[in-house]
């Protein structure tokens, strides 16, 4: 990985490190979306789909889905593509680095709540670049940098995003049946979405007792579908007790998350999980995330239709793109406070004895 060596930038505080074994997970929510990769038109099926989907949100704020209708082949030639990238020496992979100002690309030192990740990572954005998100600075420059001597590279991928957004709208459809709103509730926010992949990189670890894959967090944007080898070492955190417990790789399945976005949109109903990727000795190991997102001006608040007197908004409103720009911005260095939270936009009115 370019000489990446331990050293104290990767030492998580010891309240945070990962124990040598972690749990493996009981009744994490296994959904069949067969009904839908088929067409299917029944509405009971759909409806039941929905309740499980609603179900799995509010109780874990994640869940596996299987026959979800990408393709196998389109998979596989993205994680030979992911493969093929990180195997190359690190003088290539820097041809195509990341900047403050171009946040697309390579990239091998991210921070996670003020600590480095144990990866690396490459980002892309699947469609045509979004317009430019203006900062305090200057403007964040959405432009994909594709390594030029890597055939296939970019079809992999491009082939790989048009398939797992499908499958995103998919289920924004039927987390809007499950809280009873119309079903393309939430499609007009995605019309200039900012959804990007990564491509992550966890390469073996010579102290996974000190360093993680990634840190502690919650997902900022509204649903992650994640696709991860069988290695595992994805880990969440336990609604019911708090313990960290890992999420057993299911094959061909993705692993999808609530992010942020959708527990505000959502009054609270649902709860996006916190999670954190282990690193081990032996093995490297590769996940892609597609970060589903809507476009840069859209105002994340309550849905209307789930607020009233007996349930009143619970987060002031809050503007997408300067949120996650901001959130960007600290991938890149250690701040001296801690990184913009959905929490600073809570109500007053909501405390603990209330959350769902």
Request: contains cysteine.
């Amino acid at each position: 990985m370019g000489g990446l060596s331990m050293d104290q930038a990767f030492v998580q505080a010891p309240e945070h490190r990962s124990k040598a074994a972690v749990v493996e997970a009981d009744g994490i929510p296994v959904i069949d979306l067969s009904p839908l990769a088929a067409g299917d038109d029944d509405e009971s099926a759909v409806d039941a789909l929905a309740a499980e989907v609603g179900r799995a949100s509010r109780d874990w704020g994640f869940f596996v889905v299987v026959r979800h209708g990408v393709p196998a082949e389109v998979v596989a030639r993205a994680v030979e593509a992911q493969r093929a990238f990180f195997a190359m020496p690190a003088e290539r992979k820097a041809t195509v680095r990341r900047s403050e100002e171009s946040p697309l690309g390579y990239y091998e030192s991210e921070h996670t709540k003020n600590v480095r990740d144990w990866k690396e990572v490459f980002d892309l954005v699947p469609r045509d670049p979004p317009p430019p998100t203006a900062v305090a600075d200057g403007e964040l420059v959405f432009e994909n940098k594709w390594p030029e001597d890597l055939p296939g590279f970019r079809e992999a991928l491009e082939e790989y995003s048009r398939a797992v957004e499908e499958l995103a709208f998919k289920l924004l459809e039927l987390i809007a049946r499950s809280l009873g709103l119309r079903p393309d509730r939430f499609h007009g926010f995605f019309d200039e979405q900012t959804t990007f992949i990564r491509l992550n990189h966890y390469p073996p670890c010579p102290s996974p007792d000190l360093a993680l894959g990634v840190g502690r967090h919650k997902d900022a944007g509204a649903l992650t579908v994640l696709y991860q080898d069988d290695v595992g070492g994805l880990d969440v955190r336990r609604r019911s007790d708090g313990e960290w417990v890992r999420v057993r790789p299911v094959p061909d399945s993705f692993i999808i998350n609530v992010g942020d976005i959708i527990q505000v949109w959502s009054n609270d109903r649902y709860e996006s999980a916190e999670h954190r990727v282990s690193v081990n000795v032996e093995k490297e190991r590769f996940s892609i995330p597609y970060f589903f997102n809507p476009a840069s001006h859209t105002i994340v608040e309550p849905a209307e239709e789930l607020v009233s007197d007996e349930s009143p908004s619970r987060y002031n409103a809050y503007n997408w793109g300067d949120f996650f720009s901001t959130r960007k911005n600290s991938n890149f260095k250690k701040l001296d406070v801690e990184n913009v939270q959905i929490a600073h936009f809570r109500k007053s009115l909501v405390t603990d004895d209330i959350n769902r």
